[in-house]
């Protein structure tokens, strides 16, 4: 693929924004490597005959990929078949710690796998979100804590996203950036 055709969706859903900000940021990052780029939250996704690579994300909840996710991914099987598809999730196991966390962060949930493996994506990645204090209960914070949880705020490590999205543009044969994009 020559650099200047790349044309790639970035395709999310999110429930509080975390989703869209490592998009937002991965398109930036193909961008700056010359590629030609199209943003949308998964409710106005373009069509995909138009594009050479598919970038798709989703906010986790309950383990689970959004239902505007997995409504879209079977809405469009067949094209997601013909399209090079890379799939990230944005939930709080990466960012888990101690011997139950790392081991549950490193664990891809049973509906999140059989919603990829359906797909094929050339790559799946998880990486952690944001997660506030504010409005979780007791329980659920107890839990979190359990499970290795060891801090609250933007969990999100930019350093694995820019990573990720340098390994696409490498793959699809993408110049140097011509510019660094800043994260949010």
């Given at each position: 693929m020559e650099a200047n055709k790349a044309r790639i969706a970035v395709i999310y859903a999110t429930a509080?924004?975390?989703?869209r900000d490592i998009a937002e940021f991965i398109g930036?990052?193909?961008?700056?490597?010359?590629a030609v780029v199209e943003l949308s939250d998964v409710e106005h996704a373009p069509e995909l005959s138009g594009f050479d690579?598919?970038?798709?994300?989703?906010?986790?909840?309950?383990?689970?990929?959004?239902?505007?996710?997995?409504?879209?991914?079977?809405?469009?099987?067949?094209?997601?078949?013909?399209?090079?598809?890379?799939?990230?999730?944005?939930?709080l196991g990466p960012a888990l710690r101690g011997p139950i966390g790392r081991?549950?962060?490193?664990?891809?949930?049973?509906?999140?796998?059989?919603?990829r493996d359906s797909i094929s994506p050339r790559d799946y990645r998880a990486f952690a979100?944001?997660?506030e204090r504010a409005g979780v209960s007791l329980q659920a914070r107890a839990l979190y804590r359990l499970?290795?949880?060891?801090?609250?705020?933007?969990?999100r490590d930019w350093t694995a996203i820019r990573t990720w999205a340098t390994d696409i543009a490498v793959s699809l044969g993408l110049p140097e950036a011509t510019s660094t994009p800043i994260h949010p």
């Open positions: 509080q924004g975390s989703t930036e990052t193909l961008i700056a490597r010359g690579v598919v970038i798709l994300g989703s906010a986790v909840h309950d383990r689970a990929l959004l239902p505007a996710v997995k409504s879209y991914v079977s809405t469009h099987r067949d094209a997601l078949a013909d399209t090079d598809v890379w799939l990230f999730s944005v939930g081991r549950i962060g490193r664990t891809v949930p049973k509906k999140i796998a059989a919603l979100g944001h997660y499970m290795g949880g060891t801090r609250y705020g933007d969990l």
